[in-house]
Nanobody, 119 residues
């Protein structure tokens, strides 16, 4: 059974940093490496938005304009873990953050983790 479990969220002050992790289980190392991975977020009353995307071996990354230059997505395939380093955090980054593993016709989601940035 595939599971994605996020950790590293919490409360941080404006301008601070957090590092989110997403640990995958139920995958073999080689299977995990075939999935592209994404971080999404959803703020109260808003639609879920794509924050960052990383290709299966980490060669390609893309970011939402709102986080470009502040957030960095990375992955460690042998550890089957996805990361999101978040720097220069702003109150508008407050949301529940979700990790997502996807490839054609297959899609897995974590349960989400709260990130709150105080002003």
């Amino acid at each position: 059974q595939v599971q994605l479990v996020e950790s590293g969220g919490g409360l941080v002050q404006f301008g601070g940093s957090l590092r989110l992790s997403c640990a995958a289980s139920g995958f073999t190392f080689s299977t995990f490496s075939t999935y592209a991975m994404r971080w999404y977020r959803q703020a109260p009353g808003k639609q879920r938005e794509l924050v960052a995307d990383i290709s299966s071996f980490g060669a390609t990354t893309t970011y939402a304009d709102s986080v470009k230059g502040r957030f960095t997505i990375s992955r460690d395939n042998p550890k089957k873990t996805l990361y999101l380093q978040m720097n220069s955090l702003k109150p508008e980054d407050t949301a529940v953050y979700y990790c997502n593993a996807y490839k054609t016709l297959v899609d897995y989601w974590g349960q989400g983790i709260q990130v709150t940035v105080s002003s």
